[in-house]
């Protein structure tokens, strides 16, 4: 039996802020956006990045939104650029876009409120992100020695093997995992709810007969034992009884990752490209991978459909390569497929922006 431990929390990051009025004016800025039904995870990246500016702008003194001008903004911008992070790397194109998107929000909203005369982030060129492919992209050998340097002689094996198998075989996003309930996922049918992904939206993901047999086994030896106190339903648990955290659930599938040898960086979202890319690889059609991940629009493409469960899920069996039968894989993917794939690395700039310190 899992002994549960007092609850720590990572230390916000979010309200140690000086006390002026461009602080008073990011938490009236959050409450607007969440009137508007801004999500709570983008009020959250708002609610960071934000913070870092009023800090950066507090030690030079400016403490009033009157007091930033586009120079101002156009200096912070260049400190983005120069700024290394604790490995000594600098931040990507795409990170830097991710910390500015939400500054040009905030300044909107401030000159629309009458706090300002003028926005002066309206002018503010941002960096131009081009279309880009993960660094590395894993190989199905890469999948498989990754999830077998699971120990399933153990109850937590077991469950970080239900992990990885649903996030190599849904290819749901690392916030999509950590929300899973109980109830969103029907090993019968094989398939898996994602309640209120990325834009608010619910989808139907098939779930391959490998991953739903992991899952059975997770959620009957072991979940049990993992749950303290109130269950809240939470499909995945730590060894404490709580629902796991982004950080948390990102440094242990690191840990496998390391464990099995791969020079791969980056953790959950390694799985989400690399279903994707297999998949492609072995002939399935670019509208179902869409489908799949969620994807409502691709700007280079405009392809979207909606695709029903059951043929979905013909496509999955046919081309994901966690099954006991292979296919001959197919010919290169071709342009439409590369637009998507760029879509996915462009995901996994804003997953490297949230894990910023």
């Known amino acids: 039996m899992f002994k549960r431990k007092p609850r720590q929390t990572r230390r916000g990051r979010g309200w140690d802020l000086p006390g002026n009025a461009l602080a008073c004016c990011l938490r009236e800025f959050l409450d607007w956006s969440a009137a508007h039904a801004i999500s709570p995870r983008t009020i959250r990246q708002r609610q960071r990045a934000i913070r870092r500016f009023i800090v950066w702008a507090e030690e030079r003194g400016l403490s009033k939104p009157s007091e930033v001008t586009l120079p101002i903004l156009e200096r912070y911008q260049r400190h983005l650029y120069h700024y290394r992070k604790s490995d000594g790397q600098a931040l990507t194109f795409g990170s ?6 939400p500054l040009k929000a905030y300044f909107k909203w401030a000159t629309r409120s009458r706090y300002i005369l003028y926005n002066p982030a309206a002018e503010l060129v941002m960096p131009k992100v081009m279309p880009s492919f993960a660094g590395y992209v894993l190989s199905v ?3 498989e020695a990754i999830i077998n340097a699971t120990d399933v002689t153990t109850s937590l094996g077991i469950r970080d ?22 109830f969103d996922v029907d090993t019968r049918r094989g398939s898996l709810l994602v309640r209120e992904g990325k834009g608010r939206k619910d989808r139907l993901v098939p779930l391959g007969s490998r991953a739903c047999a992991w899952l059975d086994k997770y959620r009957l030896d072991v979940r049990p034992e993992l749950v303290a106190g109130h269950d809240e339903n939470i499909l995945f648990l730590t060894q404490y009884g709580e629902a796991f955290h982004d950080y948390s659930i990102g440094e242990l599938v690191k840990r496998y990752i390391a464990k099995a040898g791969v020079a791969a960086k980056g953790a959950c979202h390694l799985f989400r490209h690399a279903c994707a890319t297999h998949m492609l690889e072995n002939g399935a059609d670019t509208r179902y991978i869409q489908a799949m991940l969620g994807h409502s629009n691709l700007s280079t493409t405009q392809i979207y459909t909606h695709v029903a469960l059951t043929k979905l899920k013909e496509i999955h069996t046919a081309t994901h390569p966690a ?8 010919a290169a993917p071709d342009e439409t497929a590369r637009s998507l794939l760029s879509a996915l690395a462009a995901e996994g700039n804003e997953e490297e922006a949230q894990d910023a310190p």
Do not use: C, G, K, N
């Not at 099954?323 to 197919?330: I, K, M």
């Open 141 to 143: 050998a890469d999948v």
């Open 323 to 330: 099954r006991l039968e292979r296919t001959p894989p197919a």
């Open 161 to 182: 093997r239900a992990i990885l198998e649903v996030l190599y075989s849904s290819a749901i996003r690392r916030a999509e995992l950590l929300h899973l309930t109980v």
């Open 96 to 101: 830097q876009y991710t910390e500015l998107v």
